[in-house]
């Protein structure tokens, strides 16, 4: 049987050494380099601020946000790895191929920051908007500069909807529940 297409087998052998390359990179290029304490700043900094101004009283609400655009940054740092648009040259740990501090602080953080301090849609649209602007167009191009964030495909405009449209996303289908939730209790 002639195939055109490798085995399994052939993929975890080069999955196997690819591993192996990628763990002797971190050790010898990521780990405790000047990018990597930053990184790791970047990983716990961001929740002492936010524990600072969370509204303690909207906490749940606020946390489950924060947890739901955590899911969704997630999926799409791994659809755009995985889809060669970008990588990252620097990691903080070594078996997790996204950027960490990234996607479980700082992201998250500024969202559930936002969703705390513009209530209303037309001031969290705006917000989110101006975040997303800074973030793709100041943020990004920082860690290109410091060779953390390698675009291949990837163009900074392409990030702004998706700033905003997760973030609009996330809170409607909140909302969506909450109102449900409140119906429910209504009736009974």
Known sequence: ?????PSFQEIAEVDRKLSEMRTQYYIHHDLFSLQWWFLLCLLIVPWFIW???????R???IMLYGASISII???LDDLGGELHFWAYSYQLFRFLARLSPIDYSVLPVCHMLIFQYFRSWKSFFWANLIFGLGAAFIAEPFFVWIKIYKMYTWRYIYSVPLYVIKAMAVKGVLEFIQNMAKKRVKET
């Open 1 to 5: 049987m002639n195939r055109e297409y």
């Open 51 to 57: 524990w600072k101004l969370l509204d303690k009283s």
């Open 73 to 75: 940054i997630v999926i």
């Open 59 to 61: 906490a749940k609400e």
